[in-house]
C-alpha cells in the first residue's frame, strides 16, 4: 500500500514538472525575437563590444556579393541597410570596408559569412531578415570590421 502511494506521488510531481516545463517552452515559443537593423547592429559592435559580440540576434537588410579587388581575393556577401531605391550590380569589397574603417560610418553594412550547416537561403533579390551571430573580424588589413556568421 506504502509503494502504491509513493509511486503514485512521484507520478503527480513527474507530471507537474512535465507540465511546468512545457509551459515555460510554449511561452518562449510564443514571445517573438527583435528584428535588429544593420545600422543598430553595426554601431552596437563598434561601440559595445562586449554587449554584442557572440550574440545571435535575427537582422534585416539586403544581401550583396562583392565584387572588384578584394584582400582575400574571392568574393563575400555584405549585408546593408535596404536604400531608398534599388542598386544593381556588385559591392565593391575593398570600397565597402574602407566605408566601415572610417570615423563615424560604422553604420554602412555588416560582412557576412554562413555557418557549415546553416540552412537559411540567401535572396540577393529582396530585402531579408537572416539569424546572425554576430562579432568583429579582420579582412586584410583592415581591422574590427562588423561581421556576421549566418547560422
Not at 6 to 15: H, M
Not at 35 to 61: F, P
Not at 67 to 89: K, R
Not at 93 to 99: E, G, S, V, Y
Amino acid at each position: 500500500m506504502k509503494l502504491k502511494l509513493l509511486v503514485l506521488a512521484v507520478l503527480i510531481v513527474a507530471l507537474g514538472v512535465g507540465a511546468s516545463v512545457m509551459a515555460r517552452a510554449r511561452d518562449a515559443a510564443v514571445q517573438p525575437q527583435p528584428v535588429y537593423t544593420v545600422a543598430t547592429v553595426s554601431r552596437g559592435l563598434q561601440h559595445n563590444l562586449a554587449l554584442w559580440t557572440g550574440r545571435t540576434v535575427l537582422v534585416q537588410g539586403d544581401l550583396h556579393i562583392t565584387g572588384g579587388a578584394t584582400p582575400i581575393s574571392m568574393p563575400l556577401v555584405v549585408m546593408t541597410a535596404p536604400p531608398p531605391h534599388v542598386s544593381i550590380g556588385p559591392v565593391d569589397l575593398t570600397q565597402f570596408l574602407q566605408r566601415l574603417g572610417g570615423q563615424g560610418t560604422q553604420d554602412k553594412g555588416l560582412l557576412l559569412t554562413q555557418a557549415q550547416g546553416s540552412h537559411q537561403r540567401l535572396d540577393f533579390a529582396h530585402t531579408g531578415t537572416y539569424r546572425l551571430r554576430l562579432s568583429l573580424t579582420r579582412v586584410g588589413a583592415y581591422h574590427n570590421v562588423p561581421s556576421g556568421e549566418i547560422v
